[in-house]
C-alpha cells in the first residue's frame, strides 16, 4: 500500500476553481493507478475521475467531464485533481485512492479534504 494525504480543499463561489493536490508515500507508486472520489453530506461516496499508471489514460463522471482534469507526476509522487468552474453540489470531501497493479480494488486511500462552493 501507499500513503496517501490530499490537500488544496476549501471554500469558494460557484465559477471558481481549485486544485487538489495527493501525495504519496512509497516507493511503488509508480505501479499504482490512482483515483479521486467525493462523499457529500448523506449522499454515497462517488467515483470523479482516475488516472492510470502511466498517466496515458484517464476517464472522469461525466458530472465533472470537461470541468475537472485529473494529472499525476510520479518524479514526485503526486496526483492533482483540477477543478474549474465550480458548482454548489460539487460540495463534498474529495478523496485519493489508489489501486496496486492486480488488486480487483482501491486499496489505499487518504483521509479527505473539503470542498465547499457557495452559490
Known amino acids: 500500500q501507499v500513503q496517501l494525504v490530499e490537500s488544496g480543499g476549501g471554500l469558494v463561489q460557484a465559477g471558481g476553481s481549485l486544485r487538489l493536490s495527493c501525495a504519496a508515500s512509497?516507493?511503488?507508486?509508480?505501479?499504482?493507478?490512482m483515483g479521486w472520489f467525493r462523499q457529500a453530506p448523506g449522499k454515497e461516496r462517488e467515483f470523479v475521475a482516475l488516472?492510470?499508471?502511466?498517466?496515458?489514460?484517464?476517464r472522469y463522471a461525466d458530472s465533472v467531464k470537461g470541468r475537472f482534469t485529473i494529472s499525476r507526476d510520479n518524479a514526485e509522487n503526486m496526483v492533482y485533481l483540477q477543478m474549474n468552474n465550480l458548482r454548489p453540489d460539487d460540495t463534498a470531501v474529495y478523496y485519493c485512492?489508489?489501486?496496486?497493479?492486480?488488486?480487483?480494488?482501491?486499496?489505499?486511500w487518504g483521509q479527505g479534504t473539503q470542498v465547499t462552493v457557495s452559490s
Open positions: 488516472i492510470n499508471w502511466s498517466g496515458a489514460r484517464t
Open positions: 485512492a489508489g489501486q496496486g497493479l492486480g488488486s480487483p480494488t482501491y486499496d489505499s
Open positions: 512509497g516507493r511503488t507508486f509508480g505501479n499504482y493507478d
